[in-house]
């Protein structure tokens, strides 16, 4: 078995020396920032007597819906189609598995950088026949700046509290040791529930003007971020 002899490097110790002494800090940032995108699922549904008449009915609806969102040109960043379901409805009475009708559905899923659009489409789609709104979905994207600027912010906070602790001691820093980055993934968006609008519609009113634009205002965004910083400082007087 090997042993360790006085001239072998010996570890670090974690909590410094008297001649390095170390300080250990937490930095954190909390930011309240306005969203940049909002998604709203849009749920298309058809219904018929025969399979044939269900599916050529939610096409149509579903071109429809299509279209009309792809008139908000630039203003819609992305433009998804998620399920799509065709299924039977059986009779509640008689013998045998005798179907009733037909359903369809279609999901679309939507994201908008305009909020002035936003309101005017949401209202526009919901006003559409067997159709269903849901959102919008307040959030920041992934490369959002507010995200470096909340990293930024828990970084110079780490800083600021050590540079505290040794002002107090009658000293300085001397050196960074180590910067762990515990929490990037705490500084996505937090998108809190009550920020999701219940289904607007599900068929068309009777009435032929047009619904005015509904007046939807952005939910602001919680971002966060948190750093451990250890430094060295100089020796204090004690």
């Given at each position: ?178 910067l762990a980055d515990i929490g990037a993934e705490d500084a996505r968006p937090y998108v809190q529930p009550q920020g999701r609008m219940r289904s607007m519609a ?37």
């Amino acid at each position: 078995m090997a042993t360790s002899s006085p001239d072998d490097p010996q570890p670090a110790v974690p909590y410094g020396t008297p001649d390095a002494p170390r300080i250990a800090v937490r930095g954190e940032a909390h930011l309240e920032v306005d969203p940049e995108i909002a998604r709203i699922g849009v749920t298309v549904a058809s219904r018929g007597k025969d399979r044939r008449a269900a599916l050529d009915d939610l096409t149509r609806r579903n071109a429809g819906a299509l279209d009309l969102i792809k008139t908000y040109g630039e203003a819609v960043e992305r433009l998804e189609t998620g399920a799509f379901s065709i299924s039977p409805e059986l009779k509640e009475k008689g013998r045998g598995e005798r179907v009733h009708a037909y359903h369809g559905r279609v999901h679309i899923t939507a994201e908008l950088t305009d909020f002035t659009a936003l309101g005017e489409l949401t209202t526009r789609l919901a006003d559409l026949e067997l159709t269903r709104v849901d959102g919008p979905w307040w959030a920041l994207r992934p490369d959002s700046p507010a995200h470096r600027q909340a990293r930024q912010q828990a970084v110079q906070e780490a800083v600021q509290r050590a540079r505290e602790y040794a002002e107090a001691l009658g000293t300085s820093l001397a050196a960074l040791v180590e910067l762990a980055d515990i929490g990037a993934e705490d500084a996505r968006p937090y998108v809190q529930p009550q920020g999701r609008m219940r289904s607007m519609a599900y068929g068309a009113a009777a009435e032929d003007t047009a619904a005015a634009p509904l007046d939807l205002e952005p939910q602001r965004q919680q971002v966060y971020a948190a750093v451990n910083a250890r430094f060295t400082m100089a020796p204090p007087t004690l």
